[in-house]
């Protein structure tokens, strides 16, 4: 099946009146961030040097993520035709460099990477329909629609290629666990809170990695509701090698659909 493009979005039915301001800022971040896969694609490419069929594979995917970058984009200079994202994306990628040109996966085997890219699938693709629940214009809607369907696809591309490594490369339980939950807790480095600060507070002085990440997931954790949180903990806990649907998973979801409001809400009265 061909892949959707821009023209596919009924733009002409985007309705300004229905912008949600703090939504229009977490938009822009994820331009941001969505863009840069063609240099993650590229290091993939290293990483996988003799596979051919992943090689091929990760290149669509890479297109792919670039073209979520463009659309969110294009939606958020539609809101805000002031949103420069071209000066915007340049900082950005000049801040979150990626290890183009390493041979090795950083996280120490073909298996391991694949892990990790699984755990940011579960991320985009949780997000984005929680995102698209919360956003009430219509355009951001159908926008969000597309890209979670494509990265819950992500997720199964890069868990099938991860099934066929783990017959290879043997990895073990715990350490395939924890690169999981080590990916889970990179969430809370620069990458997102620069894009937040990138997107929106770029004239505002300097970064602040505390204060951008707190702004940051104030409003992303803020989308979720319980069913994007459990949905997101089974795919996570497949991708870790757990038992995906049994009582741990059940308690792993409540107690992480609690703390995020929590958070969320904690850092909402701090004015984050
Ligand atoms: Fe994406
Ligand atoms: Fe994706």
Known sequence: MAH???????????????????????????????????????????????????????????????????????????????????????????KIKLPIGVRRSVRGTRAGELVARCIVEVGTSSYYTALGAAAREPVLREICRRIAADEIRHYRLFYTHLEAYLARERIGRTRRALTA???????????????????????????????????????????????????????????AGLEPRGRMSRLLARLAAWLMTMRADRLARQGA
């Open 4 to 94: 959707w493009t821009l023209d596919d979005i009924p733009w002409e039915r985007f309705d300004a009146s229905l912008v949600d301001p703090e939504i229009l800022k977490v938009v822009k971040a994820a331009s941001l961030v969505e863009h840069n896969g063609e240099a993650y694609g590229r290091y993939l490419e290293h990483v996988f040097a003799d596979d051919a069929a992943f090689k091929e594979a990760g290149w669509r995917w890479a297109g792919e993520e670039v073209q979520h970058g463009k659309a969110l984009a294009r939606w958020a200079k539609l809101a805000d035709p002031a949103f420069d994202f071209d000066s915007a994306f340049a900082l950005f990628a000049d």
């Open 181 to 239: 939950l080590g990916r889970l807790l990179e969430s809370e480095d620069d990458e997102l809170a620069f894009a937040y600060y990138a997107a929106n507070h770029r004239d505002d002085g300097a970064y602040e990695r505390k204060r951008y990440n707190a702004a940051y997931v104030r409003r992303a954790y803020g989308f979720y509701r319980r069913g994007h949180v459990e949905r997101a903990v089974v795919m996570a806990m497949k991708a």
